[in-house]
């Protein structure tokens, strides 16, 4: 059973005991409370439909529970990855359209895949790639990003989609005049409600009660209204002019659409039949690129009219016959003639599909949500799209594992239990592409959620199965219920979850730890702010810098000059002025390992001392700090031995540890140097040095200490 568990994790919860039954039971309940809602909003965050959140929250969570380590671990939607999926998407397929969903769900298969993979092989250590720092920087651009994301659905007005998020919610912040405020009372309602319980009633369900009521008022009032109209009835010639651009525009776009996939099946075949590089196949790519570039700059156009479009306020007069629902006409905020009776309601358009237009008057709610269980089929899988995707898969792997197993190894601890980073990667890898075959975007260990479960009592990953079994009920059953929970209520349960995130006491922090780590959190940060939406370069960015920092640090590793201190040890001469030295014996010591990046310093620093001590007959070389030693390092160490041997002086070596013998074993070094020159402790060496070196230095001052006499 034992053997079994180390690849079945879940076995170790059995046999079940009631009472461990019964307190994995209300922590699986509690945290279901928790996660519904957030995983609504969060699907949000990630360009998808409110309701695939749900889907996100339901096999991913009790997979990753079954073949993880940890007990406590709550897997599922989470907002960093969320947004990472968004960014990575948008410059893709437009958020929540049908392309946009199975790029994310063929994301959720490769992040799912490449965690797998690094399970399987054991390459959890990869993770470390990404620093502490650089993860601090990051989350603190992503989480005021995602923040930053939700203010145009907290105020109840439109936010552009472009390649430069700043200009994006600048453009939010320049319609804060037309705040819909029923939208703002909502949102703040909420946040004020999750506050209040957070500080007050801290093990009281916040989220959910802020849903509850929020939802039940937006009910109560109609806070939703939706409205229909054609384009003859918009008063306004320019604005009818726009909307028939726009359809044109969109005509023109699927006719494009349309011709690249007919030329991308005749490449194909021209490829196959004639070779990549054939007359035809180069002239049929080149057609490709044109009609690519073609489409580019249509949908940017079209992009920018619609921008405009939905920035647009308009009045309805009733025509008297359709009850205010879709007849009358409609006139531009402020141009209604006066004394013209209106519905009251104040109209943008949301939406542009053939001749209709589709209206909101009123606050945005989630909406309809498919009653059941996800479909289960295939991700569709596109070679181009893999490619586009697979530095975005890498990085959202990466950082999401890193999330998870920080969160489930503090949890361990506080247990005392023990986890297993590899077999984390294969829950965390197997829950995503269980999730790819359920509609579900990618998913991860949550912070917030995982210490809910914690605290609520849970003693195994079965808490987790059964959260994963109140969302298949609600999905089954209670989904008619959510229909009017506000749009601007998922906004404030991420602003609020993102604020813990927001930690630059953690950056002053790494700082003043380091100054190479401080600089790489900065960059990281600055760096993550000004790429998005494209996120995934930003953390590139800093993992880059941070990897060059430490190779920078190691090309110049401490170089001590050595002298005899009062005690008898060997100290830096730097540090400790004025200490005995030896005109004969040039005592040094190498805080680094010998390789390709820093050999040329270690050769310079002994060439360097041996010429500010012409007298010296010897270089001892304290190596107690020298781990490594690679090729580069075994060739120049070779020479300079050689080298110095000519000139009558001897390098002698002391402290080296086995995997450093071993290279000069294995090389000849070994032999060159020779045994006696090769010695456990500086003692020992500079012992056989002096007496080397005889009546030539028996005045000299650097001798060892001698042992004390034996009591009589």
Known sequence: MNSLARYLPFL??????????KADFIAGITVALVLIPQSMAYAQLAGMPAYYGLYAAFLPVAVAALFGSSNFLGTGP?????????????????????????????????VGVFQLSLGVLKLGVIVNFLSHPVIVGFTNAAAIIIGLSQVSKLFGVPMGRSESFMKDIWGVFQQIGDTHLPTLGMGVMAITLMWAIRKYKPKWPGVLIAVVLTTTLSWAIT????????????????????LNESVEAERKITEIN????????????QEKTHGEHSQAALSLRYELDVLRLKLEDREKENSKRMRALRKMAFQRVPDGQSGGQGGGQLFLEGNVPEGTPTDGVRWRIKKVKGGELKLVGGGEVVGSIPKGLPSVSMPSLNLDAIGSLLSAAIVISLVGFMEAISIAKALAAKAKQKVDPNQELIGQGLSNIAGSFTQAFPASGSFSRSAVNFNAGAVSGL?????????????????PLLYHLPQAVLAGIIIMAVIGLVNFEAIKHAWHASRHDGIAAGITFVATLIYAPHLD???????????????????????????????????????????????????????????????????????EAVADNPNAKYVLIVGDAVNQMDASGEEVVHHLVSRLREGNVEIVFSGLKKQILDVMRSTGLFELIGQHNIFATEDQALTAIYERLADVAQDDLFCVVKPAPAAA
């Open 78 to 110: 989470v907002a960093v990855v969320s947004l990472l999926t968004a960014s990575s998407l948008a410059v893709l397929a437009p958020p929540g359209s049908d392309q946009f969903i199975a790029l994310a769900i063929l994301l959720t298969l490769m």
């Open 258 to 269: 349309t011709e690249i996939a007919a030329v991308q099946n005749h490449l194909l075949a």
């Open 12 to 21: 170790r919860w059995f046999p079940l005991k009631g009472d461990l039954f």
């Open 537 to 607: 370069n930003g953390i590139l960015v800093g993992a880059g810098l941070a990897i060059l920092l430490y190779l920078y640090r190691t090309m110049r590793p401490r170089v001590a000059i050595l002298g005899r201190y009062p005690d008898g040890t060997l100290r830096d001469i730097k540090v400790h002025p004025n200490l005995p030295t030896s005109e004969h014996v040039v005592a040094m010591r190498f805080d680094g390992s010998l390789y390709f990046a820093n050999i040329a310093f270690f050769e310079d620093a002994v060439l």
């Open 463 to 479: 808490a987790s199965v059964i959260t994963a079994g109140f969302v298949l009920l609600t999905l089954l059953f209670l989904t």
């Open 223 to 242: 806070f939703e209204r939706n409205g229909t109209a054609v384009f003859d009835q918009v008063v306004n010639p320019d604005v009818r002019t726009l």
